[in-house]
């Protein structure tokens, strides 16, 4: 049905859209992008998969994957970006973080292999059907848990002291310093961060199809580029919108008969979008939803 597809199409670009932000926090604090993220997200469903296997609770789970996939951000920033701050870095620090992304997919591989791993999670197939259409509870825990995070990163940025450092850092690192902002702190900051909650989602994609795959940072990674370009480089606000509406043109595209080209949707609306606002959606005063 159109109205479980648009569900799931909800649902999936959420997790876009969490990836995505991740991308647009470190690149509104440094004008660099980060290209180990999306394997970090891959990484957080592999964490997730070997904590329940353990015998781990979801919760407990929800903050091992958080705190080991937030110290990995953390070695990023450290082994490619923190001695790579030069205007002129970017190819540098961007090669480095793409270095990053392999050892952490070669580490994968060679620990749990190149094959799907599945999740030891009970109760998948459990649902209720509304008005005809079939939730399943696992992807309405995902829905509901994706909204809490984009509550909870919104409130950090917009709510907190240190939302307002990260803004000031966006805006001007020298000036930043010069007000007693603890620059390096506050990105490194941003970096654990993003990672977390890019771990917590890689988390929730494997509850979602049930196994971890580790080509699925790729992929991920790529959409979520194309959303950065859709939604407007550095803005949060145009990684969620951009997120969601891919996801959605997926599931329509999927509910139409057009599944084989589902994913080129992301592309084509990449540069219908562009064609109309060339600094994307919400782009056009070049300003970052870190310094909005």
């Known amino acids: 049905m159109l109205a479980e597809q648009l569900l799931n199409g909800v649902i999936v670009g959420g997790l876009y859209a969490l990836v995505a932000l991740g991308y647009t926090l470190v690149f509104g604090v440094l004008d660099k992008l980060n290209f180990a993220h999306p394997d970090i997200f891959m990484f957080g469903g592999y964490v997730a998969v070997a904590s329940l296997v353990l015998g781990a ?27 790579f701050t030069a205007p002129d870095a970017h190819i540098t620090a961007a090669l480095s973080s793409v270095a990053f992304g392999l050892i952490i997919v070669d580490l994968v591989q060679k620990q749990w292999g190149s094959e799907p791993l599945e999740v030891p999670l009970e109760g998948r197939s459990a649902a209720i059907v509304a008005l005809g259409v079939r939730l399943a509870y696992v992807k309405l825990a995902a829905l509901a848990a994706t ?8 409130v950090v940025v917009r709510r907190t002291r240190f939302g307002r450092r990260m803004r000031a850092v966006a805006d001007s690192p020298v000036s930043a310093a010069l007000l007693g902002v603890n620059v390096r702190a506050v990105t490194q900051l941003v970096f654990f961060l993003a990672s977390a909650v890019a771990g917590i989602a890689g988390m929730l994609r494997v509850t979602i199809t049930g196994f971890a795959t580790s080509e699925v940072g790729f992929t991920f990674g790529l959409k979520a580029l194309a959303i950065m370009a859709i939604g407007g480089m550095g803005d949060l606000r145009g990684a969620v919108l951009g997120g969601v509406l891919v996801g959605v043109v997926e599931a329509v595209a999927f509910q139409i008969g057009l599944g084989q080209i589902a994913d080129v949707a992301v592309w084509v609306l990449m540069i219908a979008v562009l064609l109309v606002r060339p600094a994307g959606l919400f782009g056009g005063r070049h300003q970052r939803e870190t310094r909005a």
């Open 147 to 154: 909204l809490v995070l984009l509550a909870v990163l919104y």
């Open 57 to 83: 609770p979801v919760w407990t789970t929800v903050i091992v994957v958080a705190a080991v996939t937030g110290v990995l951000g953390l070695l990023v920033e450290l082994a490619s970006f923190r001695r």
